[in-house]
C-alpha cells in the first residue's frame, strides 16, 4: 500500500481528449504562497457579487458598458445612460442612487472614454454622445458633420487631449482638444503598413495603438498643426485583434483576442515589446471551436484584488480567467434561471468592472443589476456560487488499483448561519469523463477545526481515474492537496 499526493493547484487545462487530461477549477483559482506553507499551491474560492440596486430585472436591459468619471461610476444598462451616486449617512450607513442621465442607442455593447471634463458615449449604432457634469447636466448627441465624414464611428480613446475613434473605414478619427462635440473632417489617420481593418485602439505608456486584424500599428504626439499624430516607422506587431471588445487593459499590460496572417485567433499580452502568447493550447482549442461571429463577440473584463490581478475572457458557452500573479487559468459560471424558473449553468454573468468609491462594481450580463464584487461572499446576488475542481489522472503504469482511503486538505469549520453544517462532495471518473456515485462529506460546524474529510472503501480502479470535489454551500472554500492511498490489485468495494 502506497501514499500518494495530488497537487490541486494547476488550474485549467481541458484536453479535447478527455482521458489524457480533464483538469478544470471552476469558481476557484489557484494561489500560491509566498513562503513556506503546507502545499506549494493551493485553491480559493473566487468573490461573490452583492447586489447594489437594479436598473430592471429584464434581460434587454443589461448592461453595455461601464465608466469612472471624475471618480463616479457610469453604466449603459439597457437604452440608458446611468450615473449610481454614493451617499453615507448617519453611523457610516451607505446608500446608493440610481440617476437616469439619457438615451443610448442600439443593443450592442457602447465605447466610453473621458477626457477629465467630458464623457464620450458611442452606441453600437455608430452615434456619439457627449456627458458634461454642469449646473445642468444632460447627455447630448455629437452633431458635427465630421464625425461620421470617414466612416461608422466604433470605439473611442483619450490620449494627450484628444479623443481618438475608430471607423468602419480603416480610419481613426481625431476630435479638437479637449473638445469631443468638435470634429474635423480632415483630422484623421489610417493604417500605412499593412492597411488592414482598424478593428480597435488602445493607449499604452502615452502611445496609439491601433489594432488591425492582422497588425498593430503605432503612433505618438507629435504637435505642430492639423493631425497630431505620426506612425512610429519601423515598430509593426504582427498580431492584430479579432474581438474589439475583447481589448482590456490592466496595470501595465494589455491583452486581447487575436492573430496574425496565417494564424487561428489566440490571447495576447503585451507589455511594450513584441506581444506574448498567454492561451494555452486548451484554451485556444475552446476559441477554435467558435464560429467567426462567436469568436468576433468575445468580451473581458478585469479586476486587481489581494495581489492578484483577473483578466477575464467570456464567448457564448465559457468564462476563462487568467491570473498575472500566477500565470494560471481558472473558469468561473454563474446560476441563473430560465423562463420557467428552473436553474441553469451559463458563462459568468459578470459583464463589465468599474473600481469606484473604494468597491469593485458589475454590469450583469443577464439583467440591469449592478453589484459589489466582495471576497466573503460566496453566492451571486441569490445564486450561489458552485465550485468544483477536478485532478489530474492518477495512473500506475497499467496496473489496476483500489482506493483503500481519499482525503482532501482544506479549511474546515467554516459552517455559518447560511450553512450550518456544509457539505464536500467527492466523485470518481475511471474513463476520465464520465463522474459517477458521488458522496459527501462534512466540512464541519462554525469553528470545528479538527474535521476531516475522508472517504474509505473508493473501489477499484482498472488502469487510470480522475477526481471531481464539489463545494455549494455558502461557506469559504479553500483547498490544499488530496492525499489517498492505493494498493494494486483487486480492492474493496465503495462506502
Not at 465605447?111 to 447627455?139: C, F, K, V, W
Not at 497630431?228 to 474589439?244: E, H, T, Y
Not at 464541519?444 to 464539489?470: E, H, L, M, P
Request: with cysteine; hydrophobic share 35%.
Amino acid at each position: 500500500m502506497a501514499n500518494v499526493t495530488i497537487d490541486v493547484g494547476n488550474g485549467y487545462y481541458e484536453s479535447d481528449s478527455l482521458p489524457f487530461a480533464n483538469q478544470r477549477c471552476v469558481n476557484l483559482y489557484p494561489n500560491y504562497p509566498q513562503a513556506p506553507a503546507l502545499s506549494s499551491t493551493s485553491l480559493f474560492e473566487v468573490q461573490g457579487i452583492e447586489e447594489v440596486l437594479t436598473t430592471s430585472r429584464n434581460a434587454a436591459d443589461s448592461n453595455r458598458g461601464s465608466w469612472v468619471f471624475n471618480a463616479v461610476p457610469f453604466f449603459v444598462n439597457g437604452g440608458f445612460l446611468y450615473r449610481l451616486d454614493r451617499s453615507v449617512g448617519f453611523g457610516g450607513a451607505v446608500s446608493y442612487k440610481i440617476v437616469t442621465l439619457g438615451e443610448i442607442e442600439g443593443t450592442g455593447a457602447v465605447s466610453m472614454s473621458d477626457n477629465g471634463r467630458q464623457l464620450i458615449i458611442i452606441d453600437s449604432e455608430g452615434n456619439g454622445h457627449i456627458y458634461q457634469p454642469t449646473a445642468n447636466p444632460q447627455l447630448q448627441s455629437i452633431t458635427d458633420a465630421g464625425f461620421q465624414a470617414n466612416g461608422i464611428p466604433k470605439r473611442v480613446v483619450f490620449i494627450d487631449s484628444y479623443f481618438v475613434v475608430t471607423t468602419n473605414q480603416k480610419k481613426a478619427i481625431i476630435s479638437s482638444p479637449n473638445d469631443g462635440t468638435n470634429w474635423n473632417a480632415l483630422d484623421f489617420i489610417s493604417a500605412e503598413a499593412d492597411p488592414d481593418e482598424i478593428v480597435a485602439p488602445f493607449v499604452f505608456k502615452n502611445q496609439l495603438y491601433l489594432l488591425g486584424a492582422e497588425t498593430t500599428e503605432t503612433y505618438r504626439n507629435i504637435g505642430g498643426a492639423g493631425v497630431p499624430f505620426q506612425r512610429i516607422n519601423g515598430f509593426v506587431l504582427s498580431q492584430g485583434c479579432i474581438a474589439p471588445n475583447s481589448v482590456q487593459s490592466i496595470g501595465n499590460k494589455v491583452l486581447w483576442v487575436g492573430k496574425g496572417a496565417n494564424e487561428q485567433p489566440v490571447i495576447w499580452l503585451f507589455n511594450g515589446s513584441e506581444p506574448q502568447k498567454i492561451s494555452s493550447t486548451a484554451i485556444d482549442t475552446k476559441i477554435h471551436e467558435l464560429s467567426e461571429e462567436e469568436v468576433s463577440n468575445i468580451y473581458s473584463w478585469s479586476y486587481s484584488l489581494r495581489g492578484h490581478e483577473f483578466i477575464a475572457f467570456t464567448a457564448s458557452n465559457w468564462t476563462f480567467i487568467f491570473d498575472t500573479a500566477t500565470t494560471k487559468w481558472h473558469e468561473r459560471e454563474s446560476e441563473t434561471r430560465d423562463t420557467r424558473g428552473f436553474r441553469i449553468t451559463k458563462p459568468c454573468r459578470i459583464r463589465t468592472v468599474v473600481s469606484a468609491y473604494n468597491e469593485l462594481l458589475v454590469g450583469d450580463s443577464e439583467d440591469g443589476r449592478i453589484g459589489l464584487i466582495k471576497a466573503g461572499v460566496y453566492k451571486e446576488y441569490d445564486e450561489p456560487l458552485i465550485s468544483f475542481f477536478t485532478t489530474s489522472p492518477l495512473y500506475d503504469m497499467g496496473n489496476s488499483f483500489s482506493l483503500p482511503s481519499i482525503e482532501v486538505l482544506c479549511d474546515s469549520g467554516v459552517g455559518n448561519s447560511d450553512a450550518p453544517n456544509p457539505e464536500i462532495r467527492l466523485e470518481v471518473s475511471r474513463d476520465g469523463a464520465v463522474f459517477e456515485n458521488p458522496r459527501t462529506r462534512y466540512l464541519g460546524a462554525v469553528g470545528d477545526r479538527k474535521i476531516r474529510q475522508i472517504w474509505y472503501k473508493n473501489g477499484r480502479v482498472s488502469r487510470y481515474c480522475i477526481f471531481k470535489v464539489t463545494v455549494s454551500d455558502f461557506v469559504k472554500r479553500r483547498f490544499f492537496g488530496m492525499e489517498l492511498t492505493y494498493k494494486r490489485g483487486l480492492g474493496s468495494g465503495q462506502g
